[in-house]
């Protein structure tokens, strides 16, 4: 069960977000801590480690093929 409100909590945050043009953590944090019960460090830290990832990964991406990134040195 706590995997489907987990989920519930991340269609429903960054739908919310998208919808309203806030970012995703704006709703999400609240939301695993009322709905979880997550302490509010602990729903930061997720929050942060749910957006790391496709972040970086696609800012990298971008900046090598523009030839910037130099994995040689």
């Known amino acids: 069960m706590t995997r489907v409100l987990a989920l519930v ?13 806030l970012g995703g953590g704006f709703i999400r944090v609240p939301l695993m801590v009322y709905l ?4 509010q460090h602990e729903a930061q ?3 942060l480690a749910i957006l790391l990832p496709p972040v970086s ?9 523009a030839g910037h990134v130099n994995f040689r040195r």
């Open 45 to 47: 830290g997720t929050s």
């Open 36 to 39: 979880l019960g997550m302490p």
């Open 57 to 65: 990964f696609l800012s990298v991406l971008q900046y090598w093929r």
């Open 9 to 21: 909590v991340g269609v429903a945050g960054g739908t919310l977000g998208g919808l309203v043009g």
